[in-house]
């Protein structure tokens, strides 16, 4: 099992940047796959990167691709989402997932339900 815990959220200007961060406890961390979502008020949990066990692949939403970027220092047991050119549209809240489920296509990590631990979530707040 693994508790996340997620940091880094806060208020930005259109254009600016921040660097969320993922502490994971549980000495299996490496075997997980992890996730970022996020939340705005009144709308679904949607996907937005996706780190499976190495760096050989790293998956992203349509919406944050070549903005966002996801990695996972397993030393630290902590996974990142640097966020650049951020958009008022960003604003939401982030939530970080992990799982063990084996299964690591982008069609499996893209979907929330496939996650099993949470963090409590982050919020980001992007000014125009």
């Known amino acids: 099992q693994v508790q996340l815990v997620e940091s880094g959220g806060g208020l930005v200007q259109a254009g600016g940047s921040l660097k969320l961060s993922c502490a994971a406890s549980?000495?299996?961390?490496?075997?997980?796959?992890m996730g970022w979502f996020r939340q705005a008020p009144g709308k679904e949990r949607e996907f937005v990167a996706a780190?499976?066990?190495?760096?050989?692949?790293?998956y992203y939403a349509d919406s944050v691709k070549g903005r966002f970027t996801i990695s996972r220092d397993n030393a630290k047991i902590t996974v990142y989402l640097q966020m650049d050119s951020l958009k008022p549209e960003d604003t939401a809240v982030y939530y970080c997932?992990?799982?063990?489920?084996?299964?690591?296509?982008?069609?499996?990590?893209?979907?929330?339900?496939?996650?099993?631990?949470w963090g409590q979530g982050t919020q980001v707040t992007v000014s125009s």
């Open positions: 780190y499976p066990l190495s760096a050989a692949v790293t």
């Open positions: 549980g000495r299996t961390f490496s075997d997980y796959a």
């Open positions: 997932a992990g799982t063990r489920r084996g299964v690591y296509t982008r069609a499996v990590l893209t979907k929330p339900e496939n996650y099993d631990y």
